[in-house]
């Protein structure tokens, strides 16, 4: 049989099970059950796909997958694990996984991975070659699908010498992304250099990124070594690119195109090997069509992009965030174990965190600072929501607020897909009331919104609204 598969677990009845949909799918399967007897047949045999457990006994899963990366770049490996992180899944695709499943998984699930690893087999090219250097843990938090796919993204690029472009809206961690794709590349080990290209006076962004000599300018009293030159080696980092004046966008576009800088004031040319991440919450296609952004620059920038999602379409990912803040803050402040009430933590996943995981850590940091060492409860949430908001704003925003801030932000260019973002809050709102006005009795808020119970039941599981009353 041609298509065989190289099964690596050694829990002996999931072994069983997918050996035997493997085999009714019309694969031939070989099992085994350690990481080192998983190495072994991997090298006495031709696969088409590896499929692999993380934990293992000898040779762990990872390792495993990169053993036979390395010995056979193009064979894919899928890897499966029950605990998945943000550094897992950046290591597994980076290492040279071609895809993971959390465990428990469904097995059609399984078989179109598998099916897309075998045509991946047959059409793919030689891999990129990928660092060797292990890097430290990232701070991206969240298992939700959409963060599943930005790690998944990082893993395939972090290594390459590719300028990347990352978008969002403001506080969706941009930083945090350019960072992990530094620790994971091979400049893990040179300098990471950040820019806020919006805190430097316009004045003085030509010189903060390429230098200037003595005398250059009223001031300018010695040479000073500007970002480009500091980042030699390793990774400069522009953040909110989208605001730089077109005058600095031309020289930065002409490093690019040249790898070379030239000092405010000098005329030698120096030479610059830096990899460029940039960062923007602005639509940059709208800011073309402005021509308040050069096409020429967007394109040597967006080679690869990664867009990150806003904090309300990942809501699955807000008690592992707020965790991680109620422990980070806690040490900060000489607080012990805090803890939130489960409403408290409901009432967190259903706001609409327009300024996303920024916004949901100043709300934590305030909600912990009136409770010290007790609970937090729904009315320390709402306390804190609403000083969060400041002294014009009630603690529900009208809908007529809510609309007009949304269309600012989108006629200044700071985020799109307006009318989908306020439908969401809106429909997240509603049944969210809807299910409390009826005490979780389905049947009853169905009959007030006018829609049917299967209706109302899958939206409440698309907006993840899960709620374990009793329904008619």
Same mark, same amino acid.
């Given at each position: 049989?041609?298509?065989?598969?190289?099964?690596? !677990?050694?829990?002996?009845?999931?072994?069983?099970?997918?050996?035997?949909?493997?085999?009714?799918?019309?694969?031939?399967?070989?099992?085994?059950?350690?990481?080192?007897?998983?190495? !072994?047949?991997?090298? !006495?045999?031709?696969?088409?796909?590896?499929?692999?457990?993380?934990?293992? +006994?000898?040779?762990?899963?990872?390792?495993?997958?990169?053993?036979? $990366?390395?010995?056979? =770049?193009?064979?894919?490996?899928?890897?499966?694990?029950? $605990?998945?992180?943000? %550094?897992?899944?950046? %290591?597994?695709?980076?290492?040279?996984? @071609?895809? @993971?499943?959390?465990?428990?998984?469904?097995?059609?699930?399984?078989?179109?991975?598998?099916?897309?690893?075998?045509?991946?087999?047959?059409?793919?090219?030689?891999?990129?070659?990928?660092?060797?250097?292990?890097?430290?843990?990232?701070?991206?938090?969240?298992?939700?699908?959409?963060?599943?796919?930005?790690?998944?993204?990082?893993?395939?690029?972090?290594?390459?010498?590719?300028?990347?472009?990352?978008?969002?809206?403001?506080?969706?961690?941009?930083?945090?992304?350019?960072?992990?794709?530094?620790? $994971?590349?091979?400049?893990?080990?040179? +300098?990471?250099?950040?820019?806020?290209?919006?805190?430097?006076?316009?004045?003085?962004? %030509?010189? !903060?990124?390429?230098?200037?000599?003595?005398?250059?300018?009223?001031?300018?009293?010695?040479?000073?070594?500007?970002?480009?030159?500091?980042?030699? =080696?390793?990774?400069?980092?522009?953040?909110?690119?989208?605001?730089?004046?077109?005058?600095?966008?031309?020289?930065?576009?002409?490093?690019?195109?040249?790898?070379?800088?030239?000092?405010?004031?000098?005329?030698? +040319?120096?030479?610059?090997?830096?990899?460029?991440?940039?960062?923007?919450?602005?639509?940059?296609?709208?800011?073309?069509?402005?021509?308040?952004?050069?096409?020429?620059?967007?394109?040597?920038?967006?080679?690869?992009?990664?867009?990150?999602?806003?904090?309300?379409?990942?809501?699955?990912?807000?008690?592992?965030?707020?965790?991680?803040?109620?422990?980070?803050?806690?040490?900060?402040?000489?607080?012990?174990?805090?803890?939130?009430?489960?409403?408290?933590?409901?009432?967190?996943?259903?706001?609409?965190?327009?300024?996303?995981?920024?916004?949901?850590?100043?709300? /934590?940091?305030?909600?912990?600072? /009136?409770?010290?060492?007790?609970?937090?409860?729904?009315?320390? /949430?709402?306390?804190?929501?609403?000083?969060?908001?400041?002294?014009?704003?009630?603690?529900?925003?009208?809908?007529?607020?809510?609309?007009?801030?949304?269309?600012?932000?989108?006629?200044?260019?700071?985020?799109?897909?307006? @009318?989908? =973002?306020?439908?969401?809050?809106?429909?997240?709102?509603?049944?969210?009331?809807?299910?409390?006005?009826?005490?979780?009795?389905?049947?009853?808020?169905?009959?007030?919104?006018?829609?049917?119970?299967?209706?109302?039941?899958?939206?409440?599981?698309?907006? =993840?609204?899960?709620?374990?009353?009793?329904?008619?």
């Amino acid at each position: 049989m041609k298509n065989k598969i190289l099964l690596v !677990e050694d829990d002996s009845s999931l072994a069983a099970s997918l050996e035997r949909v493997l085999t009714l799918a019309g694969y031939g399967v070989t099992v085994a059950t350690s990481g080192d007897v998983g190495r !072994e047949r991997a090298t !006495e045999n031709c696969f088409v796909a590896v499929v692999t457990d993380f934990k293992l +006994p000898g040779l762990s899963g990872l390792d495993l997958v990169k053993q036979i $990366h390395t010995m056979n =770049g193009r064979v894919p490996i899928i890897l499966m694990t029950a $605990h998945s992180t943000a %550094e897992l899944a950046i %290591e597994a695709i980076k290492w040279g996984a @071609y895809d @993971y499943l959390l465990k428990p998984f469904e097995m059609p699930d399984l078989l179109a991975m598998i099916t897309g690893a075998v045509a991946h087999n047959a059409l793919s090219a030689d891999p990129v070659e990928v660092s060797n250097k292990q890097a430290p843990s990232s701070a991206l938090i969240g298992n939700s699908a959409p963060m599943q796919g930005i790690y998944k993204e990082i893993g395939r690029v972090a290594a390459t010498p590719a300028a990347v472009l990352i978008q969002g809206e403001s506080g969706t961690g941009k930083e945090l992304v350019a960072r992990a794709l530094w620790q $994971h590349s091979d400049r893990a080990t040179k +300098p990471f250099v950040a820019v806020n290209c919006t805190a430097i006076p316009e004045t003085l962004i %030509e010189s !903060e990124l390429f230098g200037s000599e003595r005398g250059a300018f009223t001031g300018a009293e010695s040479r000073r070594i500007g970002r480009f030159e500091q980042a030699t =080696g390793g990774t400069i980092f522009l953040d909110e690119i989208g605001d730089m004046t077109l005058s600095t966008q031309a020289k930065l576009l002409r490093v690019l195109q040249e790898k070379t800088i030239q000092r405010v004031g000098g005329n030698e +040319p120096i030479s610059v090997d830096v990899r460029i991440i940039a960062a923007t919450h602005r639509n940059l296609a709208l800011a073309i069509r402005k021509q308040e952004f050069r096409q020429d620059l967007f394109y040597r920038l967006n080679v690869i992009c990664i867009t990150l999602p806003p904090l309300r379409n990942r809501p699955e990912d807000i008690p592992e965030l707020v965790s991680y803040f109620l422990h980070r803050q806690s040490i900060e402040m000489g607080i012990g174990k805090p803890s939130i009430h489960n409403d408290a933590m409901e009432s967190l996943q259903q706001q609409p965190w327009l300024g996303n995981v920024r916004e949901l850590e100043n709300a /934590v940091r305030r909600a912990l600072l /009136v409770t010290p060492g007790n609970p937090i409860t729904l009315r320390d /949430v709402r306390r804190a929501m609403l000083a969060g908001a400041g002294p014009e704003t009630e603690n529900n925003q009208s809908l007529s607020t809510l609309v007009k801030e949304n269309l600012a932000r989108a006629a200044r260019g700071e985020s799109v897909e307006v @009318y989908a =973002g306020l439908l969401g809050t809106l429909e997240r709102e509603l049944f969210t009331q809807a299910i409390k006005l009826a005490c979780g009795n389905q049947v009853r808020a169905a009959r007030w919104l006018g829609i049917s119970r299967f209706t109302l039941r899958q939206r409440l599981q698309k907006l =993840g609204l899960h709620n374990s009353a009793k329904t008619d």
